[in-house]
């Protein structure tokens, strides 16, 4: 079984960047696809981006593509969520994703579709 435990998270002036990393123990990491979500108060969770095991195939929510980046470094163990022209609606708890996948190249993006979550790290982002 991994574990995933996120860092990263803060208080920032809206137009500001944070670099999220999410850390995987237990497992080797590319046998997970990963994915982020975030979720506001009073909100449903929400997909953010995702991306396969193996070979860098993602996929992002309209409301952040060309402003946030997922990548991931198997041999670290990590994958990451670069965060550039933040706004005050992505304020949110975001959260860590993973799923064992057979497929290399599969994108998933539901919440039903991981069985694995990291406790979550707190995003402010001040207008």
């Known amino acids: 079984q991994v574990h995933l435990v996120e860092s990263g998270g803060g208080l920032v002036q809206a137009g500001g960047s944070l670099r999220l990393s999410c850390a995987t123990s237990?497992?080797?990491?590319?046998?997970?696809?990963m994915g982020w979500f975030r979720q506001a108060p009073g909100k449903e969770r929400e997909f953010v981006a995702a991306?396969?095991?193996?070979?860098?195939?993602?996929n992002y929510a309209d409301s952040v593509k060309g402003r946030f980046t997922i990548s991931r470094d198997n041999a670290r163990n990590t994958v990451y969520l670069q965060m550039n022209s933040l706004k005050p609606e992505d304020t949110a708890v975001y959260y860590c994703?993973?799923?064992?996948?057979?497929?290399?190249?599969?994108?998933?993006?539901?919440?039903?579709?991981?069985?694995?979550w990291g406790q979550g790290t707190q995003v402010t982002v001040s207008s």
């Open positions: 994703a993973g799923r064992l996948a057979v497929a290399y190249w599969r994108v998933f993006t539901l919440p039903s579709d991981f069985a694995i």
């Open positions: 991306m396969s095991r193996i070979g860098g195939s993602t």
């Open positions: 237990g497992r080797t990491a590319s046998d997970y696809a």
